[in-house]
């Protein structure tokens, strides 16, 4: 049974940083592709950031690229998501997410706020 449990989040000052954390069981997520979805209140869920199975390279919506930066362990069947230069606008849960095949697997959620 695949479980995402998501770490780190919180309260920060606008321009500070925060770093979110996804660890995974329950299969080997190295076959899977990862990222990291948000949802801000009243707004549908986005995707933000996902990273090639091999962990060399991230991709990013427009609004966060050059600010956000995700990262993965295969060994340890982890994924991460650093936050710099974070904006009010950033406010929302935030999501880890596993692809594969036709399947989607979703965290619970991390609140991340971001005060201004």
């Known amino acids: 049974q695949v479980q995402l449990a998501e770490s780190g989040g919180g309260l920060v000052e606008a321009g500070g940083s925060l770093r979110v954390s996804c660890a995974a069981s329950?299969?080997?997520?190295?076959?899977?592709?990862v990222g990291w979805f948000r949802q801000a209140p009243g707004k549908p869920r986005e995707f933000v950031a996902g990273i090639v199975r091999n962990g060399t390279r991230g991709y990013y919506i427009d609004s966060v690229k050059g600010r956000f930066i995700i990262s993965r362990d295969n060994a340890d069947n982890t994924w991460s998501l650093q936050m710099n230069s974070l904006k009010p606008e950033d406010t929302a849960i935030y999501f880890c997410a596993a692809e594969k095949g036709y399947r989607r697997y979703w965290g619970q959620g991390t609140q991340v706020t971001v005060s201004s």
């Open positions: 329950g299969g080997t997520f190295g076959n899977y592709a």
